[in-house]
């Protein structure tokens, strides 16, 4: 998703602490990513994890908010 190398520890916790959406995808050809997501994860937080993303504008509005939030 950033367009250059990046460590697995990154993928791991860049999600609200949770791992990216897209970590079986980048990391699946040099380990066993379900096998980490199984043995850290219960099956909510992988539901949450793997979920799609969230429309771009919806995303936009949302970071709008939390921006207006800390402001005032």
Known sequence: M???LVPFQ???QCNDALPCRKIID??????DVLEFLNSRYSPE???TILAPAKPKMLQIIELAGKA???KG
């Open 2 to 4: 950033l367009g250059h």
């Open 26 to 31: 980048c990391w699946s050809h040099s380990m």
């Open 10 to 12: 990154y993928c791991a």
């Open 45 to 47: 937080q992988i539901n």
């Open 68 to 70: 207006a939030e800390k």
